[in-house]
Each structure stands twice: as structure tokens, then as C-alpha cells.
């Protein structure tokens, strides 16, 4: 569930809007100012091209900041909990607020990424409550479309317009509906005897072919050209899910792989039902035994979406060719 934090939760999670360079770093570099002046760690995870914004008007003082650029750190925002946001925070001492600029949704992110930044945006508030982390999440009015800002204002509690507009509480602030929304049925993955050809593997998997299904899967990746560790990524993601569909999913599955606009696509359905809209976003304990398969899928694809519901699962990874 993401259910919002109360007023006391000492978590904070502001979307602030920006509709040229000069708001943008108005909104941004007094924030990194402040945490450096505190002496709290402060990390900036935003697009290259922000990124150096951000960077050139720090000068020196950026010495003392963790510089990510969000479209390779973040391109799977299935991604940006555990391998960004949470692998920050949880590496700084306790006692200190740390401080984050994520900026996961930009001008240019794909219809197929959409729905996964949204409800990654609407995640984080689950991820961190009862944490002394503040997330600012700047948002382009002048490039973004209406869905994105409306949506923005859904998946943050406090909103900063742009210009000089006061920070104030979210009026349509509903994380949960947005997770709700955005888990809508994908596409359908394509037939092999629908005349698309030798490109189109498909094929019903259970507890006894888990190995053959994983090299039938790891062949034709290479036939549509994958090679070295984007064809090793594909061996583990079609290992993971497909294990998972036997161990949690009903004990079957179907197995399709196929190229779409220079990616290969992997897509398992099974019977199962995922409850936890976290799972795979929790960066996993030292002593944690299982339980990584959905991490780990969301470490190595460069695009995760996910639809479940009470007939069964389906989980499609994208990989770039």
C-alpha cells in the first residue's frame, strides 16, 4: 500500500515545477546549497543536460555532491529506489537528513516508459516514509505534457510552481490511485503463428523445462543480435522470471521473446498475482535469503512493466539490441 504519510513523517517529497534553465536552478542549486551549509549529504540525479546545469553553477562547492545522470542511472525506473535513491541514502551515516534531486520524467521518455515513471514516482512515498530524506523532483512545464504535471501533482504531497509561486500542499495528492492506474494491461506480445515469422519465440514453460526454456530464450536473443552482457542479462532475467512463475505464479507459465523499435523484448505470464507494489524495489539485505528475482530483473533491464491482476501476472523486460 502507499498510503500517505502523516503530517508528522519527517519525510518529504516535493515536485517542483520549472519552465526554463534560470527556475530551474532557482529551484535546485539553493537546495543543494542548503544541504552543504548543514552538512548533509545531498545527492543530484537528474538528465546529463541538467546535470551540467547544476554542476557549472556549484562550481567548486559541487565537490562535496553525488552526480548522477538519471538517463543511464534511471532509464529502468523500476530501478531508481533501489539503485538510486536507496543506495544513496542507505550508504550515509545515520543522525542526518539526506537530501536528493530526482528528476526520473523528462521530455523524450517513450510511451512504453511512461507508466513505469509514474508509478515509481508514486512508490518512493512508500519507500521512504518514516525516513529523514527529502527528494526534490523538478518537472518541465514547458516540455512535459498536461498528463505528466497532473500526474505530478498526484504523486507528491507538497508542490512548488513555477516562478515565484509558494510551496504548498498537493490538492490531488493520490499515490495509490496512480499505482492503480498506470498497472493497466499491456499490449499483446506477439503470436509466432500470427505471420510475424522466425522472430517470435513463444513457448509454455513449467518446473521441468526452467533450463531448455532459459536457452531456448538466450539462443534467440542472439539470433536478434544481443551479444555479451545484454545476452548474459537476458540468461538471468528469463531464469528469474520463469522461476518465479513456477515457485509463486501456479507453477506454469508462457515464455515470449521477440524485437520491438531496437530492443528485445522478454515476457513472461503466469497465474500468479503480485500484492506488493514495492516488490523488486527494495534493495536486499546482506543476511536476505530469496527474494531478489524481481530486484535483480529490475537492475539489468533497461525497461520493466508490470500488469497484474486476478487472472495473473504479466512482467515484460526491454533490452537494448
Same mark, same amino acid.
Not at 97 to 111: H, K, N
Not at 140 to 169: F, N
Not at 270 to 297: C, E, F, I
Given at each position: 500500500?502507499? !498510503? ?5 513523517d @519527517? ?6 515545477f520549472?519552465a526554463d534553465?534560470e527556475?530551474?536552478? %532557482? /529551484?535546485?542549486?539553493p ?6 551549509a ?8 537528474v538528465? =546529463?543536460?541538467?546535470?551540467r546545469?547544476?554542476q557549472?553553477?556549484l562550481?567548486?562547492?559541487?565537490a ?12 529502468? @525506473?523500476?530501478?531508481?529506489?533501489? =539503485?538510486v ?5 542507505d ?8 537530501? +536528493?534531486?530526482?528528476?526520473?520524467i523528462?521530455? *523524450? &521518455? ?9 508509478q515509481?514516482?508514486a512508490?518512493?512515498?512508500a519507500?521512504? &516514509?518514516?525516513?529523514?530524506? $527529502? ?5 518541465d ?9 497532473a ?8 508542490v +512548488? @510552481?513555477?516562478g515565484? *509561486? ?10 495509490? *490511485? ?6 493497466? @494491461? ?8 500470427s505471420? !510475424?515469422?522466425p522472430?517470435?519465440l ?12 532459459r536457452h531456448m %530464450?538466450?539462443?534467440?536473443? %542472439?539470433?536478434? /543480435? ?12 528469463t531464469?528469474?522470471?520463469? !522461476?518465479?512463475?513456477?515457485?509463486? =505464479?501456479?507453477?506454469? =507459465? ?9 530492443y528485445?523484448?522478454?515476457e ?6 503480485? !500484492?506488493?507494489p514495492?516488490?523488486g524495489?527494495?534493495?536486499?539485505? &546482506?543476511d536476505?535469503?530469496? *527474494?531478489?528475482g524481481?530486484?535483480l530483473?529490475?537492475?539489468?533491464a533497461d ?8 487472472? /495473473? $501476472?504479466?512482467?515484460?523486460c526491454?533490452?537494448?539490441?
Amino acid at each position: 500500500m502507499t !498510503t500517505p504519510a502523516g503530517p508528522q513523517d @519527517p519525510f518529504v517529497h516535493p515536485a517542483l515545477f520549472y519552465a526554463d534553465a534560470e527556475e530551474y536552478l %532557482a /529551484g535546485t542549486v539553493p537546495f543543494v546549497r542548503a544541504a552543504l551549509a548543514a552538512d548533509e549529504p545531498v545527492a543530484v540525479a537528474v538528465p =546529463g543536460e541538467n546535470l551540467r546545469l547544476i554542476q557549472d553553477e556549484l562550481g567548486a562547492d559541487g565537490a562535496a555532491v553525488r552526480f548522477l545522470d538519471m538517463r543511464e542511472a534511471g532509464r529502468n @525506473p523500476g530501478r531508481i529506489i533501489p =539503485g538510486v535513491l536507496r543506495a544513496f541514502a542507505d550508504a550515509q551515516p545515520p543522525g542526518r537528513r539526506v537530501r +536528493i534531486i530526482g528528476e526520473p520524467i523528462w521530455a *523524450g &521518455r517513450s510511451p512504453a516508459e511512461y507508466p513505469a515513471c509514474a508509478q515509481h514516482e508514486a512508490l518512493i512515498n512508500a519507500a521512504f &516514509r518514516g525516513r529523514e530524506v $527529502t527528494i526534490l523532483c523538478p518537472y518541465d512545464t514547458a516540455r512535459l505534457d498536461e498528463r505528466a504535471l497532473a500526474d505530478a501533482h498526484a504523486t507528491h504531497p507538497v508542490v +512548488i @510552481p513555477a516562478g515565484p *509561486g509558494a510551496e504548498r500542499a498537493s490538492a490531488a495528492y493520490d499515490p495509490d *490511485g496512480v499505482v492503480a492506474r498506470y498497472n493497466e @494491461p499491456l499490449p499483446p506480445a506477439p503470436a509466432p503463428a500470427s505471420g !510475424t515469422g522466425p522472430d517470435v519465440l513463444g513457448v509454455a514453460f513449467d518446473e521441468d523445462s526452467l533450463s531448455a526454456v532459459r536457452h531456448m %530464450a538466450t539462443d534467440h536473443g %542472439a539470433r536478434l /543480435g544481443l551479444s555479451g552482457l545484454a545476452l548474459e542479462n537476458l540468461a538471468l532475467i528469463t531464469a528469474e522470471l520463469t !522461476t518465479n512463475s513456477v515457485i509463486h =505464479g501456479g507453477g506454469t =507459465g508462457v515464455l515470449t521473446v521477440w524485437p520491438e523499435d531496437g530492443y528485445v523484448l522478454c515476457e513472461v505470464r503466469d497465474k500468479g498475482r503480485l !500484492t506488493d507494489p514495492l516488490a523488486g524495489r527494495r534493495p536486499a539485505s &546482506r543476511d536476505q535469503r530469496g *527474494g531478489r528475482g524481481l530486484l535483480l530483473v529490475n537492475l539489468l533491464a533497461d525497461l520493466v512493466r508490470t500488469h497484474s491482476a486476478a487472472e /495473473g $501476472t504479466t512482467i515484460r523486460c526491454y533490452l537494448g539490441r
